[in-house]
């Protein structure tokens, strides 16, 4: 399973960027992908998920700026970032939960840098 990131990059505070995610390989029977973010020197936490039941959860530290949303058919998510903020800085990982016995799939990881 390969988890392919693009769209990071740096940008002025009250802009946007927009993320995205690829699944490919022998991964089946998805039962959420999400964002997670990393910044120096804390720990990784969650951003968003969407479940394939198309349930969605943020961040309260998102909520209202930024959407989560896929497309089923490229095993694609997206993370669509408004309204950034300095303190948004962080490496950014998706994650991917698939299979009966739920395994968990992450990308590479992709900056995003917020300047004031």
């Known amino acids: 399973v390969q988890l392919v990131e693009s769209g990071g990059g740096l940008v002025q505070a009250g802009g946007s960027l927009r993320l995205s995610c690829a699944a490919s390989g022998s991964i089946f029977s998805i039962n959420a992908m999400g964002w997670y973010r990393q910044a120096p020197g804390k720990q990784r936490e969650l951003v968003a998920t969407?479940?394939?039941?198309?349930?969605?959860n943020y961040a309260d530290s998102v909520k209202g700026r930024f959407t989560i949303f896929r497309d089923n058919a490229k095993i694609t998510v997206y993370l669509q970032m408004n309204s950034l903020k300095p303190e948004d800085t962080a490496v950014y990982f998706c994650n991917v939960d698939w299979g009966n016995l739920r395994y968990v799939s992450w990308g590479q990881g992709t900056q995003v840098t917020v300047s004031s």
């Open positions: 969407i479940t394939s039941g198309g349930t969605i």
